[in-house]
């Protein structure tokens, strides 16, 4: 984890910011000190989580975006540099879910071509968005959210996750002469409230059967990655992706 200065007068923002792991790596970043902004799709959830960062004495804001599209997404960076002069992390944890694990046939194309909009353009379209705004600032990092499904590959979120581990290296090469590091985690199975509502009792135990490690993992595990990824701890790590799996990776 880092200290508990590294983040002090620092920005960031996190898409998908207003539940799951958005929420809680805005909690973590903002007890830290970092001001943090939390876009979402649902601008009410947004606002709501970052009242409960405020409450605790934490600097938050909470804001809507669509991460698909590049006017919103232009407008709410525009913002935070016309508020606080830069950004120094994005988390591109935006995406849809275990609802999309499903099979091409089952899904059809409009919900095929949503997924790929929201998990792999929607990582892009922030990420050039934010390259400037993140340009020269000291530690400026991205983390991407991949998952354990890119090395399952079983459908279009498999895919959509293989895909953010690409577009990890290509950035990470890309955005090094702007002074960015760029990296990803791929989370295993991580019981949020979010996947617990998704994910069927025998889906979940089918992923714990092929891990290593035989539990679930905690969504603490993740934060805990990403405040390493984000800290200068890292600082030689760069188009990585961190498996935080239980071992589910190593068994596809």
């Known amino acids: 984890m880092a200290d508990d200065t590294e983040h002090r007068g620092r920005v960031a923002l996190v898409t998908g910011g207003g539940r ?21 799709v649902d601008g009410e959830v947004a606002a709501e989580a970052a009242a409960e960062i405020t409450a605790k004495g934490g600097k938050a804001t909470g804001v809507a975006c669509d991460v698909a599209d590049e006017g919103q997404v232009d407008a709410v960076v525009t913002g ?21 694990n499903r099979p091409f046939t089952e899904l059809g194309l409009a919900n ?35 998952s354990s499904a890119a090395y399952a590959n079983r459908s279009i979120y498999g895919v959509s996750k293989l895909a953010v581990r690409g577009l990890t290296v290509a950035l990470a090469r890309e955005f090094a002469d702007a002074g960015i590091r760029v ?25 714990l059967g092929e891990q290593i490690l035989r ?21 030689f790590v760069t188009g990585e992706t961190l498996r935080v799996t239980g071992g589910f990776a190593l068994s596809v």
């Open 215 to 235: 539990r679930a993992g905690r969504e603490q595990d993740i934060v805990e990655a990403l405040l390493y990824l984000v800290s200068s701890k890292a600082s």
């Open 80 to 100: 935070i540099v016309e508020q606080h002069g830069g950004l120094d992390v994005l988390v591109n944890n935006a995406g849809l879910h275990a609802a999309y």
């Open 112 to 146: 095929v071509r949503r997924v790929l909009d929201v998990n792999v353009m929607g990582v892009i379209i922030c990420s050039l968005a934010a390259r400037e705004a993140m340009r020269g600032r000291p530690g400026a990092s991205i983390v991407n959210i991949s």
């Open 20 to 40: 799951g792991f958005g929420k809680a790596f805005g909690q973590a970043l903002s007890a830290l000190g970092a001001h943090v902004v939390l876009a979402d």
């Open 183 to 207: 990296n990803a985690i791929a989370p295993g199975l991580i019981l949020t409230d979010t996947v617990r509502a998704q994910l069927s009792e025998a889906e979940a135990e089918r992923v």
